[in-house]
């Protein structure tokens, strides 16, 4: 099956996304901070607001174009007894210390659907006498890997809570057939190491961004960096960004917008320098340089000029206030056509002041509900969608979803 992806703004053909469902209505507020939220969040409106997100995907996609919904993908895997024991004696294996083992036969009883259940919610139905955490953060599909090229980057959580997710998607990528050929160029990391999709941004054919963050190891970022170039990505560059969790993936706080448009949270990004190491193949080994400015050496490999349009606008304030509701975490549907929550207002109005139109997500569909729509005839917009409850989970449009394939044409 066709994937791959060498750029972050080409038209999106095919992305694996998870509408939330019972994971999240399993989430005790006592427990809010390990599980990565920041508040408990309504499993029914966020639902309908995931939903209503993936409405606007469907409007903008070329006929053919693929919504894939994750736990599809799990369960025709999990179709194969082998493939299940396989998952729960790797589950056993990496997270020794929820000490699975003691329910592995209950476990290897179980049919595909559920033991997905268990993966998810973190019990067994129907008696839930073994009860894990559930895995609420699966919402965020982009972090579980990474496709570059025809390569992909298995990611490595470095947060006990989204352990389970990560295993889930590696046993994906290793046997569903969406991943046959992309799972031949599969980049691993050692054990000691981590590395999350968030980090990862593909620039274009030959160069790669990745976040050196609170979840992306220093070793894991250069392990992963040396797989690239060996398998023909000429450039890697590593950004060092705050390691907090306002910011915990470089995708909170820089997404591109169109092939030389990007949409960066000033303080992090803009206003700083000697943040950015420029990695590159010399006689197969990697050379390291230190760079001044991240939007100089975007410039200098891409012989482009760039634009960083702000997070939130000029005001400082409100640059803080919609970072920290993913203002700068914006997904590319095409070229200059970008997704973003609605309740960044400013940002949306910086977006506006760089030519973009803004419409709303019901406008939008409503606009193209009998003619198929075409960027190149539109022009760059900005749509805004409401995740008033997505939100909660400290993630946007990119967050949650993984692309697989995107194209230069329709
Ligand atoms: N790429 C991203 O920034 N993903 C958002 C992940 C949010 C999730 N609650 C987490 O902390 O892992």
């Excluded at 990565?36 to 607001?49: K, M, Q, T, V």
């Excluded at 965020?140 to 992909?152: E, H, Q, Y």
């Excluded at 539109?378 to 394939?405: D, N, W, Y």
Aim: charged share 25%; aromatic share 6%.
């Amino acid at each position: 099956m066709k994937a791959g992806i060498s750029s972050e703004t080409d038209i999106l053909k095919k992305v694996i996304v998870h509408t939330p469902g019972s994971e999240v209505s399993l989430v005790n507020p006592s427990k809010k901070e390990d599980l990565l939220f920041d508040d408990i969040i309504f499993e029914n409106d966020a639902r309908i607001e995931h939903l209503d997100m993936l409405k606007l995907f469907q409007t903008a996609m070329p006929s053919g174009g693929e919504i894939i919904e994750i736990l599809d993908l799990a369960l025709h895997c999990f179709q194969a007894e082998d493939v299940r024991h396989q998952f729960i004696e790797m589950m056993i294996k990496e997270l020794a210390d929820e000490n699975i083992h003691p329910i592995e036969k209950d476990l290897k009883k179980l049919d595909a659907e559920t033991l997905l259940q268990f993966v998810v919610e973190g019990s067994i139905p129907p008696s839930r006498h073994f009860d894990l955490n559930p895995a609420p953060n699966l919402l965020f599909t982009r972090d579980l890997a990474a496709v570059v090229g025809n390569n992909i980057i298995i990611s490595k959580a470095a947060k006990k809570a989204r352990a389970r997710e990560f295993l889930l998607m590696e046993t994906i990528v290793m046997h569903h057939p969406l991943f046959n050929e992309l799972k031949k160029n599969a980049i691993h990391t050692s054990p000691q190491q981590s590395i999350e999709g968030g980090d990862v941004i593909v620039v274009s054919e030959n160069i790669v961004m990745i976040g050196m963050s609170e979840r992306t190891s220093f070793s894991g970022l250069m392990g992963v960096a040396e797989q690239l170039l060996d398998s023909g990505i000429s450039h890697v560059l590593a950004v060092d960004i705050p390691k907090q969790r306002s910011s915990m993936h470089l995708d909170t706080i820089f997404t591109f917008a169109d092939h030389d448009e990007c949409v960066v949270f000033p303080p992090a990004i803009e206003e700083k320098t000697d943040n950015v190491v420029h990695l590159h193949s010399v006689n197969g080994s990697v050379h390291a340089k230190k760079k001044t400015s991240l939007k100089a050496t975007l410039e200098e490999l891409t012989e482009k000029e760039f634009t960083f349009i702000k997070c939130g606008g000029a005001d400082r304030i409100n640059q803080f206030r919609e970072q920290w509701t993913d203002g700068a975490n914006v997904f590319a549907l095409a070229p200059g056509v970008i997704v973003g929550y609605e309740r960044n207002t400013r940002t949306f109005e910086a977006l506006a002041d760089h030519g973009y139109t803004h419409m709303d997500q019901f406008s939008f569909i409503e606009k193209f509900s009998d003619k198929p729509f075409n960027q190149q005839v539109e022009g760059k917009i900005a749509i805004s969608f409401q995740g008033h409850e997505l939100c909660r989970g400290r993630g946007g449009a990119r967050c949650m979803t993984l692309p697989v394939l995107r194209e230069k044409d329709q």
